[in-house]
């Protein structure tokens, strides 16, 4: 079992750049990895970024891909999620989960559990 706890959303102007945090409640195996997922009021949720807990690759949504960075902290067992040059459409509720799949880095949302209370970020125009 593992609690994540993210935390950064807030309001904030379009052009301007938020750090999301994902903090896990215990250390995480070396394979599994961390994803982040945003779901927007009346959406699917949708996949963001992910990374592999060692850091050996990271993944990231067509969306975000260039204004976006995932990295992660081994000995904070914290994943972060810098976003630049924020967009309208960027706004949602973003969540993290883990994928306990070795090695898999993945976009579908059924892959990932433990998911977290969420973080609301909210771009305005």
């Known amino acids: 079992q593992v609690r994540l706890v993210e935390s950064g959303g807030g309001l904030v102007q379009a052009g301007g750049s938020l750090r999301l945090s994902c903090k896990a409640s215990?250390?995480?195996?070396?394979?599994?990895?961390l994803g982040w997922f945003r779901q927007a009021p009346g959406k699917e949720r949708e996949f963001v970024s992910a990374?592999?807990?060692?850091?050996?690759?990271?993944l990231y949504g067509d969306s975000v891909k260039g204004r976006f960075t995932i990295s992660r902290d081994s000995a904070e067992n914290t994943v972060y999620l810098e976003m630049i040059s924020l967009e309208p459409e960027d706004t949602a509720m973003y969540f993290c989960?883990?994928?306990?799949?070795?090695?898999?880095?993945?976009?579908?949302?059924?892959?990932?559990?433990?998911w977290g209370q969420g973080t609301q970020v909210t771009v305005s125009s």
């Open positions: 989960g883990v994928n306990r799949e070795p090695g898999v880095l993945s976009r579908r949302r059924a892959a990932y559990e433990f």
């Open positions: 215990r250390v995480m195996q070396s394979l599994w990895s």
């Open positions: 990374i592999r807990w060692n850091g050996s690759a990271t």
